[in-house]
């Protein structure tokens, strides 16, 4: 087979496709067919690290690498580019199992770190013009590796749904004179229908826009536009927030809830963006205990999505999960909003 590894642009949508033909071959789940664990103490990849409560690793399959070659084919109609970037795993932990919420307070600030050390690692690559940190939870999210990890993809364009956003936030600076996101806290704060959980530093809710069932997002009170702006104690009430919040996902239906969670933050292109105001949406998968929600011909069809159910009620069940949750997490440092 040959070996493809470049940028496609996709001329119907605008946007880049990322083909990486050896990603296809990397391992499903190494562990559960008794092979060890990269992300243990101990593995291969982490062996020379000594003592480590966070590890950030290179991604060993990348998508992106910054010594990617220029593509070898050249066509007069269609657009390639170079597969330039970098792809990073972020080890939350040295424990095999376990969510966010299973981590200790000053242990998820340690992760809040690494990801605010990346941001501004990567984002000053002359390569790189957005850098994306998400985690997928679950095998129904397609996670090949079961160890607690993040990843980070730094990339060499900014994301369609992310200029989606920003011409969304420009137009609102624009017309209104103030910020898109600003204005949806006071709001939410005020008529308090789809809060879930608050502390001094961060607000989440259910958004009333919300696509899937128990869309969570998580907005700084601050007026910021990405990780680095934080203070140290508002990184500390992140690391809070992302606990409380997983730790409501696993305890609405009682079972290991899985999630996609990403960081939306400004472009490191070096272009400003005053107008953007950072944030953290979780995309949970299932919409009852054991049913999933497909983003099926509708949704992935014509990205219009239907919301089965009532997003306010839905915000109800999460705050109730989020009291029981509350009632027994070792400490945090907010309050469920009901
Ligand atoms: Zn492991
Ligand atoms: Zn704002
Ligand atoms: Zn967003």
Redesign the pocket.
Known sequence: MRKVHELRWNPLLGCWIIVAGHRARRPWRPEEKKRICPFCPGAPETKDEGEWDVLVLPNKYPALSLDAEEPNMKDEFYRHGRAVGVCEVVVETPIHEGDLCDLSLDHMKKVIDAYTDEYEKLGKLREVKYVVIFRNKGKEIGVSLTHPHSQIYALPFIPPRIAVELKNFRRFMEEKGS?L??TIIEKERRENKRLIYENDGFVCLLPFFAMWPYEVHVYPKR?VTSLSELSNEERLQLADALRIITGTYNNLFDRDMPYIMVIHQRPTDGEEYPYY?MHIEFYPPYREKDKLKYAAGIEWGTWTFTYDGVPEEKAKELRMACLKFLSKVDKHLGRCVS
């Open positions: 910020c996101l600003c007026h105001h």
